[in-house]
């Protein structure tokens, strides 16, 4: 087994500790007015920013740094449409035949129905995929390792770019999601994490009055 080659740390930049309280504050600050939206509007949006928020998603960690993730950007009407209607096509079965009345009950207060006009009117669609495994140029089959948190974690990185940048967008994620390998053309190695909805609101976006848990519901911390 080779020897790992290392070298120096050069990016880390230390700030004082009043400098950090700040970043981290203003931080959160910002991404507490994130709100994920239903409602776009169709204007354009500069292909460079979304290149640059794809640059901060592939700067997560990932397991064996095998950067098990592809992003495919959508932006031609015609390849909307049909992902419009396969995933309309899914929704429609999991509204009427395949969700339990808890998760139909949960889903009540966010106004969410079988309607999916928005994967049309939004200028991108971020279509996340997870690659399961490698395949090589001798058609070897060699494992990725943690891949659904290391494409969360990307994915993560990507909504907060996108928000930073300011945009906003919309995680959606129709089930089963097979039918996008098939319109995108994707090979066998990867399966649909997930569909990121990517503009500018409506004028008239409205968004539910819902709110997030606070610090001590979501943190314990051992001395």
């Known amino acids: 087994m080779n020897s790992p080659k290392l070298v120096p740390l050069t990016t880390y930049r230390e700030y004082l500790p009043i400098e950090m309280a700040r970043r981290a504050a203003d931080f959160s600050a910002e991404m507490r007015q994130r709100r994920s939206v239903r409602s776009f509007s169709p204007r354009p949006v500069p292909r460079a920013?979304?290149?640059?928020?794809?640059?901060?998603?592939?700067?997560?960690?990932?397991?064996?740094?095998?950067?098990?993730?592809?992003?495919?950007?959508?932006?031609?009407?015609?390849?909307?449409?049909?992902i419009?209607?396969?995933?309309?096509?899914?929704?429609?079965?999991?509204?009427?035949?395949?969700?339990t009345k808890e998760w139909l009950a949960d889903l009540a207060p966010l106004g969410t129905d079988a309607n999916k006009a928005f994967l049309e009117i939004a200028p991108f669609l971020i279509v996340v995929f997870a690659q399961n495994y490698r395949v090589m140029p001798d058609d070897r089959k060699l494992a990725n390792?943690?891949?659904?948190?290391?494409?969360?974690?990307?994915?993560?990185?990507?909504?907060?770019?996108?928000?930073?940048?300011?945009?906003?967008?919309?995680?959606?994620?129709?089930?089963?999601?097979?039918?996008?390998?098939?319109?995108?053309?994707?090979?066998?190695?990867?399966?649909?994490?997930?569909?990121?909805?990517?503009?500018?609101?409506?004028?008239?976006?409205?968004?539910?009055?819902i709110g997030k848990k606070g610090l001590q519901e979501i943190t314990t911390w051992i001395p």
């Not at 419009?84 to 969700?99: L, M, P, Q, S």
């Not at 919309?170 to 569909?195: A, D, Q, Y």
């Open 49 to 82: 920013i979304i290149e640059d928020c794809l640059r901060a998603a592939a700067s997560a960690p990932s397991g064996a740094n095998l950067q098990p993730w592809h992003f495919v950007v959508v932006s031609d009407p015609q390849f909307k449409r049909q």
């Open 84 to 99: 419009r209607e396969g995933a309309e096509k899914e929704e429609r079965e999991f509204y009427e035949h395949r969700a």
């Open 145 to 209: 390792y943690y891949v659904t948190e290391s494409v969360g974690i990307a994915t993560g990185i990507l909504i907060a770019a996108l928000h930073h940048a300011g945009l906003v967008c919309l995680t959606h994620k129709p089930s089963p999601m097979g039918f996008l390998n098939e319109i995108l053309k994707r090979p066998g190695n990867e399966r649909p994490f997930l569909v990121l909805v990517v503009g500018y609101p409506a004028e008239d976006a409205v968004v539910p009055e």
